[in-house]
């Protein structure tokens, strides 16, 4: 088989630092000399070979034990070389710089992840998982991105475009034989079968969403009108006086951002400018930013005061507003009404007050529901916020097939069904362009 690439690359995959042992790693089809003109032999495949190791000049630089994998069967899919050597700074730099003089040339970051995913050793959403295990800042996060790097989040995806591929190849169908007496489209069971799979995806999607806040924190934003007291409550949730609380209307303008650790989720707080529609030119632009924050959110908590309408004026000043499942209307100030929440409380809304500490609890723990690690966290997945907009753009598309279904456009269900399709390849990596790997395999770090 013909390499794909013509170039090798080398790069320390150890960490920089000093250790017992550091490793440069080589791959690319000239591995094997390189290693020859490094060590003096090629060792045979999968077996350690102990031995001097030298710079151009012939000096040795080291001594240490090298591997070969040969190709297909290495982490890149081509030759691979390992030179462990011992893990100081300079020693591998040398080790580095002897190989580069030996052909190879620096690795470019994430460059070995790149064509393992080339070479077909794993998909995209496996690549990033590898990524986010290195990455991972908790044993949970690490055995979710160890999930995800075993496939179980790419074979959860393929089943779902499996689905979606076999309803395409059954509306195309249809469509190219249009003199067909049966109504394909109204007889078949098509929409219930696009229904099922939407079903699918929203379970996904969901398990994504709470992976995606485990593995970079939750963001959740505060909104509402002037005076509602959202500066008071990041305060009182952050436990510290992080932005600025006043009695006059308008006081926060910029958006004001607080880290706080619940239940070993970080959750970033963002404080944002009251809503309102009659403003000078910096609060409106704080206003902008508010709505900017509150579209890009895990959670709005759309704080209230008590008489206000629960919100709903408020709400569509919030525009886009996230889906509504995250979105927790905060009655604040309940220390001056006798306002009681209904009998058994109301799903999406809770009563607190920022000044004395009431009800703050609750809210912690209204945060923690929607997105920390709690029983059942077996079924989540350590997602990236990409996986999740793709999943959400394949949602979409559903719908509009759904729709155009029911409306009995077969030409635009096909189109929206191929839409849904390829936002699914996406996350795999069936479908991308250069930019997108570029972006991605950009991120990792060298020597992975
Ligand atoms: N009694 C009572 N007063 C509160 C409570 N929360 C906030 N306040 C008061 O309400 C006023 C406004 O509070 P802020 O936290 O500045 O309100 P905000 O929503 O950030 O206001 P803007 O930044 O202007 O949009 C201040 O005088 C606070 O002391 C509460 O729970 N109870
Ligand atoms: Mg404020």
Redesign the pocket.
């Known amino acids: 088989m013909k390499p794909r690439f013509e170039d090798t690359i080398a790069a320390v995959a150890t960490p920089p630092g000093t250790g017992g042992v550091g490793i440069v790693r080589v791959s690319g089809p000239d591995a094997p000399a390189i290693c020859r003109v490094v060590t003096g032999a090629c060792p045979p495949p999968r077996q350690a070979r102990f031995g001097a190791m030298r710079d151009a000049a012939g000096e040795t630089i080291d001594q240490g034990i090298t591997l070969y994998f040969p190709a297909p069967h290495s982490f890149t899919g081509e030759d691979v070389v390992e030179l462990q050597g011992h893990g100081g700074v300079v020693v591998m730099d040398m080790l580095l710089g002897a190989c580069l003089d030996a052909g190879a040339r620096p690795a470019r970051p994430g460059e070995f992840s790149e064509r393992a995913f080339l070479a077909g050793r794993m998909d995209l959403a496996q690549a990033e998982a590898l990524a986010d295990l290195i990455e991972s800042a908790s044993e949970h996060a690490a055995r979710l991105a160890m999930k995800s790097l075993s496939g179980v989040f790419s074979e959860r995806v393929r089943e779902s475009a499996t689905a979606l591929l076999d309803i395409r190849t059954f509306v195309e169908a249809a469509i190219d034989f249009p003199d067909e007496e049966i109504d394909f489209l109204a007889e078949s069971d098509i929409a219930a079968r696009i229904e099922v799979v939407r079903t699918r995806l929203e379970r996904t999607v969901e398990e994504c969403r709470r992976g995606a806040a485990l593995r970079r924190g939750l963001e959740v934003v ?1 909104c ?12 009182a949730l952050a436990r510290q006086s992080r ?10 303008r910029d958006t004001v951002d607080a880290e706080v650790r619940i239940g070993g989720v970080t959750i970033n707080l963002v ?1 944002t ?2 809503l309102r529609e009659v403003a000078d030119e910096v609060e409106r632009e704080g206003i902008r930013r508010a709505r900017d924050a509150a579209s890009r959110a895990d959670i709005v908590l759309l ?1 209230v005061e008590p008489g206000d309408d629960d919100g709903a004026a408020l709400a569509r000043l919030v525009d886009p507003l996230p889906a509504a499942s995250s979105v927790i209307v905060v009655h ?5 009404v006798d306002e009681r929440p209904p009998e058994g409380g109301a799903p999406g809304h809770l009563w ?5 500490g009431a009800g703050i609890d609750a809210l912690e723990h209204a945060l923690l529901e929607r997105a920390g690690p709690r029983a059942g966290t077996e079924s989540i997945f350590l997602a990236r916020r990409r996986h999740v907009d793709a999943l959400e753009r394949c949602l979409e598309f559903t719908h509009a097939a759904r729709m155009e279904c029911d409306a009995g456009y077969g030409e635009l269900m096909a189109e929206a069904l191929r839409l849904a399709h390829r936002a699914l390849g996406e996350i795999t990596g069936e479908v991308t362009s250069d930019d997108l790997l570029g972006e991605i395999f950009g991120s990792f770090c060298i020597g992975k």
């Open positions: 505060l509402g009108a002037p005076n509602a007291g959202k500066s008071s409550l990041l305060n932005a600025i609380v006043s009695a006059t209307a308008g006081t926060t404080d400018a009251g704080v604040n100030k309940i220390d001056l607190v007050s920022a000044k004395t």
